[in-house]
């Protein structure tokens, strides 16, 4: 089973304006991280943002924050005020705890973002 | 810190040829970990280590490749001989520990191409 699943293989927004990126996840472990990370057309992976299982409150950083909906186990990324710079492939990430494998970092397929002026 | 660093950037090699790519993970880390990235197949984890020992190359794709640590700052992936299907992107990760919160530090990848 996919433990990571990204649904939207491409989404496009208009420049200036908020977009979402759907992340959903599969564990039975009570303690995971979650990641976004970015692949522009240049190739590296940039780390984004990071939101613990047991964190109370939704990750912010900068424009990004995610929208953790733990009982939907899903994990969206918002991105607000889209910028051209921000298209790139985006991609979801997940590190299993307490039941072993815990250092591996297991990701979706990703979504590829286009920011249009 | 400058990062994880990888060489060489690109690489074009003839079929049957040896590839070796190079890793320099970020010092203080004790994992360091091999991902490939095609458009078919996305990010596919081939090998970690820990504190240089192997710990899990079930990803692997077959005896072709292989890759060692030699210690903390340095890390090779081989493949013998290399085919067409080979061609990928090839990325040297490391993180700090095996914590949930720790996420990955990743080089620039390796462009390698088989023809």
């Known amino acids: 089973a996919q433990k990571i699943t990204q649904t939207q293989p491409g989404m496009f927004v208009q420049e200036k304006e908020a977009v979402t990126l759907d992340c959903t996840y599969d564990?039975?472990?009570?303690?995971?991280?979650l990641f976004w990370y970015k692949q522009p057309s240049s190739g590296e992976m940039i780390f984004l943002i990071y939101?613990?299982?047991?964190?109370?409150q939704n990750a912010t950083e900068g424009r990004y924050s995610l929208n953790f909906q733990k009982a939907r186990k899903s994990a969206n990324l918002v991105i607000s005020a889209s910028q051209l710079g921000d298209s790139a492939m985006y991609f979801c990430?997940?590190?299993?705890?307490?039941?072993?494998?815990?250092?591996?970092?297991?990701f979706g397929k990703g979504t590829k973002l286009t920011v249009n002026p | 810190d400058a990062g994880v660093i990888q060489s060489p950037r690109h690489e074009v090699t003839e079929m049957g040829q040896e590839v070796t790519l190079r890793c320099k993970p970020i010092s203080g880390h004790d994992y360091l970990f091999w991902y490939r990235q095609t458009m078919m197949r996305g990010l596919e984890l081939l090998i970690y280590?820990?504190?240089?020992?192997?710990?899990?190359d079930s990803g692997m794709p077959e005896d072709r490749f292989s890759a060692k640590m030699p210690n903390a700052s340095f890390s090779t992936l081989k493949i013998q001989p290399s085919e067409p299907r080979d061609s990928a992107v090839y990325f040297c990760?490391?993180?700090?520990?095996?914590?949930?919160?720790?996420?990955?530090?990743f080089g620039s990848g390796t462009r390698l191409t088989v023809v």
């Open positions: 564990t039975s472990d009570p303690s995971y991280g």
């Open positions: 939101q613990g299982s047991y964190d109370q």
């Open positions: 990430a997940m590190r299993e705890g307490l039941r072993g494998g815990s250092e591996k970092l297991v």
């Open positions: 990760a490391s993180s700090l520990g095996a914590q949930v919160s720790y996420g990955y530090t």
């Open positions: 280590f820990n504190n240089n020992v192997p710990i899990d």
